[in-house]
């Protein structure tokens, strides 16, 4: 089973937004801090944004700031990510991962601090 899974992806028009969402299988384990990542193929994995569990802690790559806001609902154990004006270069699979215990009060933009991923959602923009 896998530990996360995400919703909410699809094709758009380039301008245009989608919300993708995220949260444990089967309510299996509380998540701390969450994270996107991003692939392409061919490309390796890169972070996208992050939030601790307190949401006062959130981490965005330079090429999302400001149109991306990831955020949580901590009673739904759920991670969003709102993506506006989308561009091209924003076409891949989008993960969500999670940690499963306390580590730090702050999010992480390293894959190596996730230990529970999802399977990936396909956002696709085009022109």
């Known amino acids: 089973q896998v530990p996360l899974v995400e919703s909410g992806g699809g094709l758009v028009q380039a301008g245009n937004s989608l919300r993708l969402s995220c949260s444990p299988s089967g309510g299996t384990f509380s998540p701390y801090a969450m994270a996107w990542f991003r692939q392409v193929p061919g490309k390796e994995r890169e972070f996208v944004a992050a939030?601790?569990?307190?949401?006062?802690?959130?981490l965005y790559t330079d090429s999302v700031r400001g149109r991306f806001t990831i955020s949580r609902d901590n009673a739904k154990n759920t991670v969003y990510l709102q993506m506006n004006s989308l561009k091209l270069e924003d076409t891949a699979v989008y993960y969500c991962?999670?940690?499963?215990?306390?580590?730090?009060?702050?999010?992480?933009?390293?894959?190596?601090?996730?230990?529970?991923w999802g399977q990936g959602t396909q956002v696709t923009v085009s022109s």
């Open positions: 939030i601790s569990l307190s949401g006062d802690n959130r």
């Open positions: 991962a999670a940690t499963a215990a306390f580590i730090t009060r702050n999010a992480s933009d390293s894959e190596q601090y996730y230990t529970r």
